[in-house]
């Protein structure tokens, strides 16, 4: 069985940064690719970052040269997100594909429903 947590979380003024962890526990041999979501007060979940299975990495084109989402370990991630602005204020959500996912192109990592395994999700405010 395969479990999510994100940890790292909180309140940080607009223009402050703050790092979000993420790490995969369960049976598997190779390196899994993870993505982060968001989502705001009424609005959808909306796909943030990703990083392949060999570290290729992808971003939301809002987020581009603020957040970097990076590997610490085989199988956690983190996502630094500097320079953060008001409308990054959403719920992050750690997520895993299934087992084995080789992938190539940021069509197969943008989408909720590509994902097998959630975290349960850690807030972020943004204060202006």
């Known amino acids: 069985q395969v479990h999510v947590v994100e940890s790292g979380g909180g309140l940080v003024q607009a223009g402050g940064s703050l790092r979000l962890s993420c790490a995969v526990s369960g049976q598997f041999f190779s390196t899994y690719a993870m993505g982060w979501f968001r989502q705001a007060p009424g609005k959808g979940r909306e796909f943030v970052a990703a990083i392949t299975w060999d570290d290729t990495t992808y971003y939301k084109d809002s987020v581009k040269g603020r957040f970097t989402i990076a590997r610490a370990t085989r199988n956690t991630v983190y996502l630094q997100m500097n320079s953060l602005k008001s409308e990054d204020t959403a719920v992050y959500y750690c997520?895993?594909?299934?087992?084995?996912?080789?992938?190539?192109?940021?069509?197969?990592?943008?989408?909720?429903?590509?994902?097998?395994?959630w975290g349960q999700g850690t807030q972020v405010t943004v204060s202006s």
């Open positions: 997520a895993a594909p299934p087992l084995n996912y080789h992938c190539s192109g940021y069509g197969c990592y943008d989408l909720p429903s590509i994902y097998d395994y």
